[in-house]
């Protein structure tokens, strides 16, 4: 593959056969999921399809469900791209008449004769932390011309966005990245994981990292920044090295002082992704785009990924709000509303477009590190769910993409995903039994 990319030799017939689906048709239905990663993927995918001059019709899904599928099968597609999706419901996909190609990172149910699904879980790599949707979706992309590796840190943000990039990039990720820096497309350096104009709003506003005390909390932070003589109003960007290496001394401590992972708390520090063609970094356009999609701006997102000035500004907006909006239920979280039974934590969420990423901010920086944790959200008589452990959990057994699925089906519902986060939707009403199941179940994983 152009870029010097090794994959196994089924990897790439795979996505071979998905450029084949891609060339067969004048017109392509493409589908992708809303999280930053499924747009950053369809991002990539737009730019690919657009530089092929090929004619397209894009829709951003919070799920893969029967009425999606239902409206899809009316509208008479010659093929359609499934983006971050369709692996965990590849029969319903066998009943589409169009040519289909699944470009997913989920843990498969199956291989299927009719269905192309390009998934590195097929291919002896991990779709948790190898290769996500925007890693598989740019693979086709550079397929299909390397011209396209100018798209690398849109897939990039999207690794990022997937959370792919803990403890290092590894395999097909690590080499993408490898080739965009050598090629200009990314720089990287080492840095302090926040972002913010001066150092008291840098922490008050952050909410990955989430800080217990000083985030959501302005007054908390100018005390704790003076009792560390470090002036709230310096430039964040202008730190010198003592006074970051206080900064981050101090915080790692506050941390650790709330029970965080030591992979978490090495996070403080990390690489940061440059992207000199847009002047933010990665993990700003990964931020952006988790924003966008959970703020129901989905389309937004894509077009600050094409170069729109005006996209980026309103998506900024939209951060600052979205942002907000998670640090008011943190806040709320820590201060209690957590229900605990023998082996998991659960909260409600009373926005469901919201629920994943205060479940996983909660998991990871607020609540007992020894219970995976579930987030319900009740929508138009369902209950969706969403779920996150850890990477230490995983070590131990925790498998939510199995739990989710064997509890949600016992009761008539959906579920599946990965190892460490998964979600379901089940009939309202069942919430009860249904978190009981996943409890037992959750209990014979970590024995």
Same mark, same amino acid.
């Given at each position: 593959m152009n870029g010097s990319i090794a994959l196994p030799d089924e990897f790439s017939d795979s996505l071979k056969h998905a450029v084949k689906v891609v060339n067969?048709?004048?017109?392509?239905?493409?589908? $992708?999921?809303y999280d930053a990663d499924g747009l950053a993927a369809a991002a990539v995918i737009v730019g690919a399809l $657009?530089?092929?001059?090929?004619?397209?019709?894009? &829709?951003?899904?919070? $799920?893969?469900?029967?009425? =999606? +599928?239902?409206?899809?099968?009316? @509208?008479?597609? @010659?093929?359609?791209?499934?983006?971050?999706?369709g692996s965990g419901q590849i029969d319903g996909l066998e009943t589409l008449k169009a040519k289909v190609a699944a470009l997913d990172h989920h843990k498969p149910i199956r291989k299927s004769k009719?269905? =192309?699904? =390009?998934?590195?879980? *097929? *291919?002896?790599?991990?779709?948790?932390?190898?290769a996500c949707a925007s890693t598989v979706s740019f693979l086709l992309a550079v397929m299909m011309d390397p011209c396209n590796w100018e798209l690398s840190p849109i897939a990039i943000a999207g690794m990022i966005g997937d959370r792919q990039?803990?403890?290092?990039?590894?395999?097909?990720?690590?080499?993408? +990245?490898?080739?965009a820096r050598e090629k200009g497309f990314i720089e990287v350096q080492r840095g302090l994981n926040l972002k913010g104009t001066t150092i008291a709003d840098a922490i008050a506003d952050s909410a990955d990292p989430y800080f217990v005390g000083l985030s959501g909390r302005k007054d908390n932070v100018m005390a704790f920044l003076e009792s560390m003589r470090l002036n709230p109003d310096h430039p964040m960007g202008s730190l010198d090295d003592v006074h970051r290496r206080k900064l981050t001394s101090m915080l790692s401590l506050r941390l650790m002082g709330q029970g965080c992972r030591p992979e978490t708390v090495e996070e403080l520090v990390t690489d940061v992704h440059w992207i000199p063609s847009m002047n933010i &970094?990665? *993990?700003?356009?990964?931020? +952006?785009?988790?924003?966008?999609?959970?703020?129901?701006? @989905? %389309?937004?997102?894509?077009?600050?990924?094409? %170069?729109?000035?005006?996209?980026?500004?309103?998506?900024?907006?939209?951060?600052?709000e979205y942002n907000g909006k998670i640090l008011t239920r943190l806040t709320e979280i820590e201060a209690g509303g957590v229900i605990h039974k023998s082996h998991i934590q659960y909260f409600e969420a009373p926005d469901p477009s919201l629920a994943g990423a205060q479940c996983g901010l909660a998991m990871q920086y607020i609540l007992d590190q020894s219970k995976p944790t579930l987030a319900l959200s009740k929508v138009k008589g369902s209950v969706k769910v969403s779920s996150r452990g850890t990477k230490y959990l995983v070590s131990k057994g925790l498998d939510f993409?199995?739990?989710?699925?064997?509890?949600? @089906?016992?009761?008539?519902?959906? %579920?599946?995903?990965?190892? =460490?986060a998964a979600g379901a939707t089940i009939d309202e009403g069942k919430e009860d039994e249904f978190l009981a199941a996943v409890d037992e179940i959750v209990g014979l994983q970590l024995r």
């Open positions: 067969s048709a004048s017109f392509l239905r493409v589908v $992708s999921h $657009s530089r092929a001059k090929k004619q397209f019709h894009l &829709t951003i899904s919070k $799920s893969l469900d029967k009425e =999606v +599928l239902e409206s899809l099968a009316k @509208e008479g597609n @010659e093929a359609i791209l499934f983006l971050d999706m009719k269905i =192309v699904q =390009v998934n590195p879980h *097929f *291919f002896g790599l991990d779709g948790m932390t190898e990039h803990m403890g290092g990039m590894k395999s097909v990720n690590q080499q993408i +990245l490898d080739y &970094t990665a *993990f700003d356009l990964a931020d +952006l785009l988790n924003a966008c999609g959970r703020m129901n701006y @989905e %389309g937004l997102g894509i077009a600050m990924c094409m %170069g729109d000035k005006e996209a980026l500004a309103r998506a900024s907006e939209l951060r600052r993409s199995a739990a989710l699925k064997k509890a949600a @089906e016992k009761f008539g519902g959906i %579920g599946g995903g990965h190892a =460490v």
